[in-house]
């Protein structure tokens, strides 16, 4: 199995950090989101990726280049002209970096990809700014089971702001940040056949819309329930909020 990861958005409500790396580059406990993206996806077993980059896509291409320099000690011998690595840290990866436009919509960069995974009888997709402890294993098995194309994962997130009950004008109950929202969401974990390019109809496509609607209307996108953690990275708050987890020791995603 394959996973086509989404990495090329400018991410202008974290402009705190993103006005020097693409949002997955950003850190969360000394790694960027991407590497703990990463690692949830080795855990269950896949280690080969397709990165789609566009914003910066060259601070991802250097970080892979020289990911044991920034992953291990080193020694540089400048006399002799030479590097030293103590204790790699190798993981099993295999990474593809492809350039696919710094303006393509979320669509068009899974389109671009397209000669990659057009062989696979499916693959997992997903956006590289937010963290989960879903059970991809149980996700592909889900998929398998059912004859469709598409299968989304559904997550019903917590809510931001406390809630109020109200009978005419009197506040009659008051929950400061409700466990859940009524809404169900696209939690952003795919999987999906290689068939389900077909439906984008090139860069300015937001994959979030024409594709996905054209999936309902042909009874082709099932969506597997996620219950437990899943938080995505758009704001600082929300940063400050991962690292906090992960500073803990209590990151609900840490699988491995």
């Not at 994962?153 to 931001?160: C, D, E, F, L, S």
Request: charged share 25%.
């Amino acid at each position: 199995m394959k996973a086509v990861i989404l990495a090329g958005g400018i991410g202008t409500r974290l402009t705190e950090e993103t006005h020097l790396k693409p949002k997955p580059m950003v850190e969360v406990g000394g790694r960027p989101l991407l590497w703990h993206l990463m690692k949830i996806f080795t855990a269950h077993g896949i280690t080969d990726f397709i990165i789609c980059l566009g914003y910066k896509g060259y601070v991802i291409k250097e970080y892979f280049a020289n990911y044991f320099l920034h992953t291990s000690d080193v020694t540089f011998d400048m006399r002799n002209n030479r590097m030293e690595v103590h204790e790699q840290h190798a993981e099993p990866w295999r990474v593809t970096l492809v350039d696919t436009g710094e303006h393509t919509m979320t669509g068009g960069r899974l389109a671009r990809v397209k000669r990659f995974v057009a062989d696979d009888d499916a693959f997992f997709f997903t956006y590289g700014d937010g963290l989960a402890d879903i059970d991809l294993t149980a996700l592909w098995r889900f998929h398998a089971t059912h004859d469709q194309l598409a299968t989304v994962t559904a997550v019903t997130p917590k809510g931001r702001f406390g809630a109020l009950e109200l009978e005419g004008d009197c506040v009659t109950h008051f929950v400061e940040k409700p466990l859940e929202q009524t809404n169900t969401i696209n939690g952003g974990f795919f999987v999906l056949s290689p068939k389900v390019i077909d439906t984008i109809d090139g860069d300015k496509t937001a994959w979030e819309s024409t594709p996905l609607e054209r999936l309902v209307e042909r009874g082709e996108l099932n969506a597997f329930r996620h219950h437990g953690f899943w938080q995505p990275m758009d704001t600082l708050r929300e940063k400050l909020l991962l690292e906090n987890l992960w500073d803990s020791g209590q990151a609900p995603w840490k699988c491995w």
